[in-house]
């Protein structure tokens, strides 16, 4: 099972700040399987980031996913009040259990 | 649109059986590479996945649960359930159902509280 360790776990910056979240898996895997998730107060996750680095339909373009083995990163380039919230990176595909990290909450500073 | 609704009971005995169903909408579940997952997330915790199944009735579960969790799909009424048995104060949680295309949960449920107590 692939176990994925997110940092930090909370991120205190005030809007209009880069926000740059880390992921990182267990053992290498592919950039295909890792995808990122945004959960709001009392609401579902919302996909954000697929194969690592695609925005999936209607994500700002201030979001933006890169990396490869064992470390993925999460960037939000200018925060808006909307992005404060609970991210959550996810793989699946290199085991056949669906795994998700941690969380790093974004908080206003 | 496809849109995803849970429905079941809100309160579960201690050591009985959870059941929820999930009502798929704008789309079918006979339909496409999809694969009907069930997430679940504890108060004030992380996502835990729990299984998917497949139209054909496949499925595949979280090792950590597979002793307790059933999964059906019925394609007749476009929807998908979720048994866990045994359960205790630790399943309380928001379950979520969801879909799944190419490895990522792309449209899901709004939730549903289901506490375990007596």
């Known amino acids: 099972e692939i176990v994925l360790t997110q940092s930090p776990g909370t991120l205190s910056l005030s809007p209009g700040e880069r926000a740059t979240l880390s992921c990182r898996a267990s053992?290498?895997?592919?950039?295909?399987?890792l995808g990122w998730y945004q959960q709001k107060p009392g609401q579902a996750p919302r996909l954000l980031i697929y194969d690592a680095s695609s925005r999936a339909t209607g994500i700002p373009d201030r979001f933006s996913g890169s990396g490869s083995g064992t470390d993925f990163t999460l960037i939000i380039s200018r925060l808006e009040p909307e992005d404060y919230a609970v991210y959550y990176c996810q793989e699946y595909g290199s085991s056949p259990t669906l795994t998700f990290g941690g969380g790093t909450k974004v908080e206003i500073k | 649109q496809v849109q995803l609704q849970e429905s079941g009971p809100g309160l579960v005995k201690p050591s009985e059986t959870l059941s929820l169903t999930c009502t798929v909408s704008?789309?079918?579940?006979?339909?496409?590479?999809?694969?009907w997952n069930w997430i679940r997330q504890s108060p004030g915790k992380g996502l835990e996945w729990i299984g998917y199944?497949?139209?054909?009735?496949?499925?595949n579960y979280n090792p950590s649960l597979k002793s307790r969790v059933t999964m059906s799909v019925d394609t007749s009424k476009n929807q998908f359930s979720l048994k866990l048995s045994s359960v205790t104060a630790a399943d309380t949680a928001v379950y979520y159902c969801?879909?799944?295309?190419?490895?990522?949960?792309?449209?899901w449920g709004q939730g549903a509280l289901v506490t375990v107590s007596t």
């Open positions: 199944i497949y139209r054909s009735g496949s499925t």
């Open positions: 053992q290498s895997i592919s950039s295909s399987y």
């Open positions: 704008g789309g079918s579940v006979n339909s496409g590479s999809y694969y």
């Open positions: 969801a879909r799944m295309y190419s490895s990522f949960l792309e449209y």
